[in-house]
Nanobody, 119 residues
């Protein structure tokens, strides 16, 4: 059974930084794509950043230039470096892994880690 576990969330002041880590276990193959989503209270879950094969990355406009996604493809691990954090970045951040393996379409989620940006 594949599991994703996030860590690194917490309380930080505006302008500060955090680094989120998502570690996977139980997978017998390398994920096609890994991503970070977030969900703020009363809002829908939204894509923050994604990393697909061939070093392709994608960011939400609201985090471009401040957040950086990176991956260890061998270990199926993904990171999110968050700099210049703003109060509107406050949300639960979720790790996601998705793709197709031998015609099996998969879409895994972690439990989430809380990020709170406040003075």
């Amino acid at each position: 059974q594949v599991q994703l576990e996030e860590s690194g969330g917490g309380l930080v002041q505006p302008g500060g930084s955090l680094r989120l880590t998502c570690v996977s276990s139980g997978s017998k193959f390398r994920f096609d794509a890994m991503a970070w989503y977030r969900q703020a209270p009363g809002k829908e879950r939204e894509l923050v950043a994604s990393s697909r094969s061939l070093e392709s990355t994608n960011y939400a406009d609201s985090v471009k230039g401040r957040f950086t996604i990176s991956r260890d493809r061998v270990r199926n691990t993904v990171y999110l470096q968050m700099n210049s954090l703003k109060p509107e970045d406050t949300a639960v951040y979720y790790c996601n892994a998705n793709g197709i393996y031998v015609r099996y379409e998969y879409n895994y989620w972690g439990q989430g880690t809380q990020v709170t940006v406040s003075s």
